[in-house]
């Protein structure tokens, strides 16, 4: 017997071998066709597999990072809306005081602008401990309880912190999320520690009591209230400022999250068109050697003699 | 004259019968793949005698010799050694594979990234209950899938020690059969059927052992065989009459190591080599998944430790345990979250702390990073193996093809054989036919 001769077993199990390799070709691509995804574990492609992995971290990453400058930009809009209240306020106690230091009012007139400025004043108490909707101080730093108390004998407190947490948005970016109450309400008026709370205190009692000169009260008070409306108009600008910079942050976000899927479905996503060629070239393959395997399988001597 | 026609033409019926006899044996074992196909030796038979300087021949016609089995040594070591060296990397291979979708399909890298971004989230708002909450379940999904992954991984230790028990058992009886065929062969007549027989169980028993471990054997004249196991050192499995049992131990981190009849062995080739170094391979890992187990729970522990919680008292330990089998959340409630860094107000929401340990968390030497290495070190060893069992598919598939070539069954070989016998049947029906009508004419002088 020559090297010539193929043994009946050793065709067979070649045929079943090749058609079994081909059958395997196949469910590959009719698995990747099905998940839509390349790779099913990690040794089918270790390093786009680890790829993988760091994408999908980045993306989870970035997705709570949007949730955070998201949630921190909603905090300065409310913050702004504060201080534009805020600032009516205290454009409305000028002219108040305005009013109250240049034409001649009775004692009733005193005793109304008197009992408006201090409406005022509870007003700009609320708005200077004005809450996020989960309950959270907005301008008390990183204190957890109001910003502002009152002590015994009435006169308004900072409670809060001097500083502002700050908020990792990006890698490298960090944002404080808003300013302490101190930064807004409290001013240096001619050297001395005052506050807008104070300066509206001060000019209600004195027109309420109209002991003294009430005007001269509250002429002196203008210069107060312009400082007031000076320091709030700074804190709107530097919020608004900040809220740009969220806005700025949210549209590269999404820019990123964007790139991160795509470079994601680069790697990792079956390429359909590609893949069903391959099927339709593996089915092509076994169609073709199974009926080589059938009419060879029937080439034999035997069937001839019969 | 007519006398030794008949004579001769019986030897030729016997011949050409045996011959379809031992044809149609072939064409039955066509299918049966530890059949070396057998073929018929004949000589001649002449009587010749000489007196004085006269010589004579008297024909004798023809003398079966014996039944001679294809010689297929070479190729059977081929494929036997071939055999070995797939077994040996599919059995690694699958040890592996397994340990791979333990930790991948438990989705650990997954549950990892979700901690870190709940810790991100919280970052936004740290005394918002919910989102401490959350941060707390995650940490809990965290442990359990650590769990899961221990678990998975022990299972698949089990898995393959189970398969070594059962196979050690497979190897013991190949040698004892091996054994029984050296003494059995030592009977046996040379080229009778039986031996041929015996040498066809002797290469199947050798092909089938090569599966488990690899071996070397060596041939003596009358077709007995000493095996010698392949390792370190080579000790020998069969020799002569008897044979020497191997056994399994196993340690208690879930290696195996093997004795020969008592000496310590370790095998080079064959599943069972690769077994041993699979389960080697799963202990690797399992060091690993438990260094990064710890990792994690001394990074937040110490980040703890080093904060305060909710209520301005220093943090507590959030994790319990030392590896992967044993992690387990300990904080009761994300009130206990660190998020502020010591000596902090009760319900301070300066994050410094926190940021610390999303630091530490994302660091080059942090967990995350540590579990997307031992992933890619995993599988890449695991994608290498299956290459490398690829080639040697290849390799094996091709000496077991030569392999059949050499000993298997060609049926239009055996039809044209067929075809050729009967015709010499006829033919020496012929001759005796012939035969006797010499003699008849013989008789019938007068």
């Known amino acids: 017997m020559g090297s010539l001769s193929t043994s009946f077993g050793s065709f067979f199990e070649r045929s079943i071998s090749q058609m079994n390799g081909l059958r395997s070709q196949i469910d590959r691509a009719q698995t990747q066709i099905a998940t839509g995804s390349r790779i099913e574990r990690g040794s089918q492609d270790p390093a786009a597999a680890a790829a993988l992995r760091v994408l999908d971290r980045r993306a989870r990453l970035t997705e709570a990072a949007s949730a955070n400058a998201a949630q921190l930009g909603q905090e300065l809009g409310l913050a702004d809306r504060e201080l534009q209240g805020v600032s009516a306020l205290l454009q409305r106690a000028r002219e108040l005081a305005v009013a109250a230091g240049n034409s001649p009012l009775g004692p009733t007139g005193r005793a109304a602008i008197a009992a408006e400025l201090a409406q005022l004043e509870q007003e700009l108490f609320a708005r200077a401990n004005a809450t996020t909707p989960d309950g959270e101080p907005l301008f008390a730093g990183d204190v957890a309880g109001p910003a502002f108390t009152r002590d015994a004998s009435g006169a308004v407190i900072y409670a809060g912190s001097a500083t502002v947490p700050a908020i990792p948005l990006a890698p490298g970016t960090v944002i404080e999320r808003g300013l302490p109450g101190s930064q807004i309400f409290e001013f240096e008026q001619g050297g001395v520690p005052s506050s807008a709370f104070a300066v509206l205190g001060t000019l209600a009692s004195a027109l309420a009591s109209g002991t003294g000169d009430p005007a001269a009260a509250a002429r002196d008070a203008i210069a107060g209230l312009d400082s007031a409306l000076d320091t709030v108009g700074r804190a709107q600008t530097i919020l608004g400022t900040r809220a740009v910079w969220v806005d700025m942050i949210q549209t590269e976000q999404q820019g990123r999250a964007v790139d991160l899927a795509e470079r994601r479905s680069e790697i990792g996503d079956t390429q359909i068109s590609e893949a069903i060629i391959r099927l339709q070239q593996a089915m092509t393959a076994l169609e073709a050697s199974q009926s080589a395997f059938a009419r060879i399988s029937s080439l034999s001597l035997f069937r001839a003699l019969s | ?446």
């Open chain 2, 1 to 446: 004259m007519p006398i030794a026609m008949f004579s001769i033409g019986r030897s030729g019926l016997l011949a050409s019968r045996t011959g379809l006899e031992l044809t149609s044996q072939n064409i039955a074992n066509a299918t049966n793949g530890d059949f070396s196909r057998r073929s018929l030796t004949q000589s001649e038979v002449v009587g010749t005698g000489n007196i004085g300087f006269n010589s004579s021949d008297a024909f004798g016609g023809v003398r079966l010799s014996g039944i001679e089995r294809v010689q297929s040594a070479l190729v059977q070591r081929q494929a036997r050694d071939s055999a070995s060296a797939l077994a040996s990397t599919s059995a690694q291979l699958q040890g592996l594979a397994a340990a791979e979708t333990a930790l991948e399909r438990t989705q650990l890298f997954d549950a990892m990234v979700a901690f870190e971004a709940a810790l991100t989230r919280l970052e936004s708002d740290p005394t918002n209950i919910p989102l401490r909450t959350s941060v707390v379940e995650s940490a809990r999904r965290l442990a359990g899938t650590f769990n899961t992954a221990n678990e998975t991984l022990a299972n698949a230790r089990g898995l393959t020690v189970g398969e070594a028990e059962a196979d050690v058992m497979t190897v013991n009886t190949l040698t004892e059969d091996l054994a029984r065929i050296n003494r059995e062969l030592v009977a046996a007549r040379d080229g009778s059927a039986s031996k041929a027989a015996l040498l066809d169980s002797r290469d199947a028993a050798l092909r089938k052992l090569a599966d488990q471990l690899g071996i070397t054997a060596s041939f003596n004249e009358n077709g007995t065989v000493l095996v010698t196991a392949n390792g370190t050192p080579e000790v020998p499995l069969v020799d002569g009459g008897t044979s020497a049992p191997l056994s399994l131990d196993v340690a208690a981190n879930g290696t195996i190591s093997f004795t020969i009849g008592g000496t310590g062995f370790v095998p080079a080739s064959g599943a069972m080599a690769g077994r041993a170094a699979a389960l080697q391979g799963k202990v690797e890992v399992q060091d690993q998944l438990d260094a990064l187990a710890n990792n994690l729970i001394t990074l937040v522990n110490t980040a703890q430790a080093a904060g305060s919680d909710l209520a301005g008292s220093p943090g507590q330990p959030m994790f319990a345990g030392t590896g992967a089998g044993n992690i387990a959340v300990v904080m009761v409630s994300g009130a206990g979250l660190a998020t502020a860094p010591g000596g902090a107000s009760p319900g301070s929401r300066d994050t410094a702390n926190l940021t610390a340990l999303l630091g530490g968390i994302a660091a080059e030497t942090g967990p995350v990073a540590g579990a997307n290495g031992m992933l890619l070190q995993l599988s890449s060893r695991v994608a290498g193996l299956e290459l490398r069992r690829e080639g040697l598919s290849i390799v094996a598939a091709t000496a077991e093809g030569e392999l059949r070539r050499e000993i298997g069954v060609d049926l239009d070989t055996e039809a044209a054989n067929l075809v050729r016998l009967q015709q010499a049947f006829e033919a020496n029906s012929r001759v005796i036919q012939v035969a006797a009508n010499l003699f008849d004419t013989i008789l019938a002088l007068r």
